[in-house]
């Protein structure tokens, strides 16, 4: 059996970034989409993407799941680490402080960074223990939905 390994990846990639759209976040593609995201006032979460296994089998689910609690971000938004290069590491640039890390999730208030849950925080971890991480943050520095 013959497998094409790049048509393999694009629909690997296509669920993944589809996953996020279904779940409400805005996908950013260039350095100025994700300049204009971060300006808006009020918190937003940025989920990192990746296509690694980490990112399929418990960030992006954890992303959607964190969203069903009394408190959440303004704004929700991923870039793609590895597919939109120039986006991410411009959205990476506002992380001051942490390393580059995919997946992984950052949370911004009025553009600023306040918490990070980086990969090694995911990674081999249960979903919903980043769902836990996620929500305690929107505890934090979020308003009541």
């Known amino acids: ?73 303004d704004h929700l938004v991923t870039v793609f680490a590895g597919q939109d290069k120039e986006a991410t590491e411009k959205a990476r640039s506002y992380f001051t402080g942490y390393p580059p890390s995919s997946p992984s999730f950052a949370l911004l208030k009025d553009g600023q960074i306040v918490k990070m849950v980086e990969r090694h925080e995911i990674e081999g971890h249960d979903p919903m223990e980043v769902v836990g991480k996620l929500q305690h943050a929107f505890e934090e520095y979020c308003d009541e939905v």
């Open 1 to 73: 059996m013959n497998i094409d390994f790049n048509l393999f990846m694009n629909d690997v990639v296509r669920q993944a970034r589809q996953d996020m759209e279904e779940a409400g976040y805005t996908e950013l593609t260039t350095p100025e989409s994700v300049d204009e995201a971060f300006a808006k006032k009020g918190t937003t979460l940025v989920l990192v993407n990746s296509v690694c296994g980490c990112a399929g089998g418990i960030a992006r689910p954890a992303a959607g799941y964190s969203l069903h609690y009394k408190k959440k971000p």
